[in-house]
């Protein structure tokens, strides 16, 4: 098995293949071979065609002996969260009421790595239908975090970050609508990062709450997901929300801030995210980590202050009243009439009962507990109350991180209070399950862009830096994602994730 | 069951009626309201639609610039506000034939409001206030199966139809209409038809309510004459064209009046109406509830018309119904139930257009309301269904004017046209049509009359010049109506009587 490919970072891998060190079957074969030999444990995908992946992979081995001229991307194996929709590939969104849907069509973010010459290597787990924080709400089978296979890898995009972390992808795309990118990658060791409302496409993307569902990616090192940004970002005249404005220059920021350099740039730490009389339900490990890498900016020439953002006390509540009201809409045309599941149409029964029944039957727990919780939200009499309400502490929160982006030109924090917690132990505890999101939930209201990056270890567990940036100023996450990533690496002398493959081959 | 029903005349001592409209309008944009699917109507079913239309997971919808126009132009047309700013929201409730769940619609966020429009019913003006005109997409089609009449009720299993699903639909709500008394039903009809004309006038759909792009639903309720506060109303649906709009208010009038008489309460209801029997039933509530759960549609932006633009469209609209009426009216030089009969005839573009093909007006007027309205109405078409155009029909009367052919000739090259033979000048050359001269042929049928009825000459010569008629009579028919009867008479006038 060639472990020494599938710890390697994208941007390597890439390089290896222009130069012909290595054949695009061969690494996809590794993966492939990985997956088969770990993913019984780790449960990081739902879906994964070796043979159709394989062929791929040939095609573009023979266009690359043909002469053709590609892509950077051309030859690199990717994975996809399940939430994308795949054109003839199964595609659950993690829920028992899509299962055997294989799509008509490619989601926008899918075709444009297809385009480049991406080798799909399957769909990742996740929490069903994106609702959770642990992957536990899978309706197919937990995910283990590679760090500790006793633990959850985050959610709802846990099946990504298992995989990448674990060497099962070289990369793989995530969505991210509360924290759903950036609290799986900082329990898995990963960079993740949640680009701008509207800088990614969202056509193709099954939705949970639409006002927030935001596409990213999940990697191992900042330059490798700045490239796989690049490689899906950017306007899509099928999503109206999306933004048009020219792909960012994402890659470039993001060598840059390797360098280090960071005279003058303005950094806020906010209090309300674990800061004094803000660090209830925070690990103290968590806590110093940031506080460490917050000195480690200050070092490199930053100038750090601290920030208030009283709104961000209310994005809890606020986020669990949007989310769940767009999400009962949005899981309304999931009736089992055109597709997926359906159940107890045996020509006895009314139009009514077989939808009840499929979804009774097709949804899970949580899915169920979010769309009562957005039903009652949106009905009439109590809109103002819940909606309405929750529509103003966003644009609340929205004043907060404008106001403080009039004083710094980025935000800091822990990207999750805690490590990954072991599997289990706050299934019952849905608030529990909900506070994983706190630091993240702000910048998710505002459509904001946030990275997370590793910033050491916590009990032996990766702890996330989050670097929150103005609308369309995610290369300043990239930037200092990156000069955090550099810095430690340094002084660490390995890549993050190294120590992961140390410890798993001790 | 058959309702019971006060007697018309009756009702309107005792009872008042209010009126509202609700009209949806399927714009004729060449695609659907959020995806790029065609609007063909009567293609096989569901082979218009994509992942967009038919709601598929992950799908995302983007409006149509197209239709935002057509619904500004018919807001402005209506006199109506609007709004700068405005979005789409969400419907949501479970059926069928809507793919995603809900519908996007509007809801306290209109992109018109607050216009009106002036019908006129037997001289008198009542004026329709407008509430809204808002934007939406249009529902999939139920096709019950295997049951005797089509409808749910007795069907073995039902398809859904997705073509329609996605159609840009523009709704158009009236506020409440009162007192128009006796006029309601004729009120609400003319309501119908004035609109129909403005949208068509205005190029935004070809509203044919018998293909279902101009689909009724007829709000009625009765008060007690003289009271202060209005009835519960009923709405009654599938009201499928004009007069169905007016009987659909008569029977509910008449009905709600039982009602009423008996004691009871008027529940607040949807009914159907049926075209066959002219009478309206409880109609199958489509929700259980009634809660639509409206949020703004996150997946849309809103929706900011530009002040400029609105500005430019307004000043492009085109003459109006009203407007052209009055104009026409004047330059016709018509009485007001001249023109009455004209527009009720449907005859009002015919006769325009023929004009503007340069017939005289009193020649357009008389062809299309004459002989046109006869084979028309022979044939159980509208007028505007007739194979001829209002060009072809100019040249008619061209030909007439300058003496080509004389009116029983142009009844004849009409026929011509109509079996599809070209153009009337093409016909008149083809057939043989053309008016006689002094021919020799035309000599020696005036002298075979001559020569066949002794009698009536020694009438005419006695000085009952009014036998020569049917001399007259004779040479035309001898000649199959293609001599000039002037030129025939002097003929005989001159043999007869002499020079």
Request: hydrophobic share 40%; glycine share 10%; charged share 25%.
């Amino acid at each position: 098995m060639n472990t020494d490919l599938t710890n390697l970072d994208a941007a390597e891998l890439g390089r290896r293949l222009a130069v012909g060190e290595v054949s695009s079957v061969e690494l996809t074969r590794a993966y492939l071979d990985r997956i088969a030999a770990e993913d019984d444990v780790l449960g990081a995908y739902l879906h994964v065609d070796a043979d159709a992946a394989l062929a791929r992979a040939g095609e573009v081995d023979a266009a690359r002996a043909a002469g053709e001229e590609l892509g950077p991307l051309a030859g690199l194996p990717v994975a996809l969260k399940d939430v994308f929709v795949t054109e003839g590939v199964p595609t659950t969104s993690g829920s028992r009421i899509l299962q055997g849907w294989r799509p008509p069509y490619d989601a926008t973010v899918a075709a444009r790595l297809k385009d480049a010459g991406t080798v799909l290597l399957g769909k990742t787990n996740m929490d069903e239908f994106a609702m959770g924080s642990s992957t536990e709400n899978s309706a197919y089978r937990p995910t283990r975090n590679p760090w500790d296979t006793d633990r959850i890898p985050g959610g709802s995009s846990g099946g990504s970050s298992a995989a990448v972390a674990g060497g099962l992808a070289p990369w793989a795309l995530g969505t991210d609508t509360g924290g759903s990118i950036r609290q799986p990658a900082a329990v898995t060791g990963l960079v993740g990062h949640k680009p701008t409302y509207g800088s990614v496409s969202r056509y193709g993307l099954i939705a949970f709450s639409s006002s927030l569902d935001q596409a990213g990616p999940m990697a191992r090192t900042v330059l490798d997901a700045a490239v796989l940004h690049e490689a899906v970002g950017g306007h899509d005249p099928r999503d109206s929300t999306s933004i048009d404005v020219p792909v960012p220059v994402l890659v470039k920021a993001a060598q840059e801030g390797a360098h280090g350099e960071l005279a003058g740039l303005r950094v806020g730490v906010v209090r309300e995210l674990g800061g004094d009389g803000h660090a209830d339900g925070y690990d103290a490990g968590v806590l110093d980590r940031v506080r460490e890498t917050v000195e480690l900016l200050a070092g490199m020439g930053a100038e750090v202050r601290e920030v208030s953002c009283p709104a961000f006390d209310l994005a809890l509540p606020a986020y669990y009243l949007i989310a769940p009201s767009e999400a009962s809409s949005n899981l309304a045309r999931f009736e089992g009439m055109r597709f997926g599941l359906r159940v107890g149409d045996d020509g006895s029964r009314s139009l009514e009962e077989v939808m009840s029944l499929t979804r009774e039957q097709g949804f899970g727990p949580e899915v169920k507990r979010r769309i009562v919780l957005g039903t009652y939200a949106l009905s009439a009499g109590y809109y103002d109350a819940y909606y309405g309400q929750a529509q103003k502490v966003r644009t609340l929160i929205t004043r907060d991180f404008t106001a403080a982006f009039d004083h710094v030109d980025v935000l800091v924090s822990p990207t999750s209070p805690t490590v990954a917690w072991p599997i289990g132990a706050r299934v019952d505890d849905p608030l529990a399950m909900y506070a994983a999101d706190l630091c993240t939930l702000p910048a998710s209201l505002a459509g904001l862009p946030a990275i997370s990056v590793p910033c050491g270890l916590s009990d032996g567990l990766p702890v996330g830096f989050q670097v929150m940036a103005p609308a369309l100023a995610d290369d300043r996450c990239y930037r200092v994602g990156a000069a955090v990533e550099a810095a430690l690496d340094a002084a660490r002398g390995h890549r993050f994730l190294d120590g992961l493959n140390e410890r798993t081959t001790a | 069951m058959s309702d019971a029903l006060v007697d018309y005349d009756e009702l309107l001592t005792r009872y008042e009626p209010v009126i509202g409209l609700e009209t949806h309008v399927e714009l004729g944009t060449a695609s659907k309201m959020f995806c790029g699917c065609a609007t063909t109507f009567g293609a096989e079913p569901n082979t218009q639609t994509c992942p967009v239309c038919l709601g598929l997971p992950g799908s995302l919808p983007v409006a149509n610039a197209a239709a935002i126009e057509a619904t500004v132009r018919i807001g402005l047309a209506l006199g109506c506000r609007v709004a700068g700013w405005c979005r789409f929201a969400r419907k949501n409730y479970f059926y069928p034939d809507i793919p995603k769940g809900f519908q996007t619609s509007q809801y306290d966020e209109p992109l018109c409001t607050a216009g009106h429009l002036d019908v006129e019913v037997d001289g008198e003006t009542y004026r329709v206030e407008i509430e809204r005109v808002h934007l939406e997409e249009d529902t999939g089609k139920n096709l019950h199966v295997g049951g005797a009449t089509g409808r749910i009720h007795g069907a073995s299993h039902s398809l859904v139809d997705f073509n329609r699903a996605g159609i840009p639909l523009v709704e158009i709500v009236t506020r409440p209409i009162p007192g128009a008394g006796a006029k309601a039903p004729e009120v609400a009809r003319a309501y119908v038809t004035e609109l129909r004309d403005i949208i068509q006038t205005l190029g935004a759909s070809d509203v044919r309510m018998e293909q279902g792009s101009l689909r009724c639903d007829v709000n009625t309720s009765l008060a007690p004459t003289g009271s202060l506060e209005w009835g519960t109303r009923t709405e009654t649906k599938n009201v499928n064209s004009l007069r169905s709009v007016e009987r659909a208010v008569r029977y509910e009038m008449r009905r709600q009046a039982a009602v009423l008489d008996a004691g009871v309460r008027v529940l607040q209801e949807t009914r159907h109406f049926h075209e066959d029997t002219g009478t309206t039933s409880p109609g199958r509530s489509k929700e259980e509830a009634t809660d639509y759960r409206y949020f703004p549609e996150p997946d849309l932006v809103p929706v900011a018309p530009d002040a400029e633009w609105v500005e430019k469209l307004a000043a492009e609209l085109p003459e109006l119904p009203a407007a052209r009426r009055a104009r026409l009216q004047e330059e016709w030089g018509l009485s007001t139930t001249e023109m009455a009969w004209l527009v009720n005839a449907g005859a009002l573009g015919l006769v325009d257009a023929t004009v503007a093909a340069g017939a005289t007006p009193g020649d357009a007027r008389k062809w299309w309301l004459g002989e046109l309205a006869r084979r028309a109405n022979d044939a159980g078409v509208e007028l505007s269904e007739l194979t001829v155009t209002p060009r072809q029909v100019a040249e008619l009367t061209r030909l007439v004017a300058e003496g080509t052919i004389n009116d029983q000739l142009a009844r004849q090259a009409l026929d011509g046209v109509l079996a599809g033979e070209g153009d009337p000048a093409q016909v008149v050359e083809a057939r043989g049509l053309a008016v006689m001269g002094e021919s020799d042929e035309l000599v020696a049928a005036v002298e075979a009359a001559i020569a066949g009825a002794p009698d009536v000459v020694a009438k005419v010569q006695g000085g009952k010049v009014q036998a020569l008629g049917a001399l007259v009579g004779a040479v035309m028919k001898a000649t199959r109506g293609k001599a000039d009867a002037a030129t025939v008479r002097r003929m005989l006038e001159e043999r007869i009587i002499g020079g």
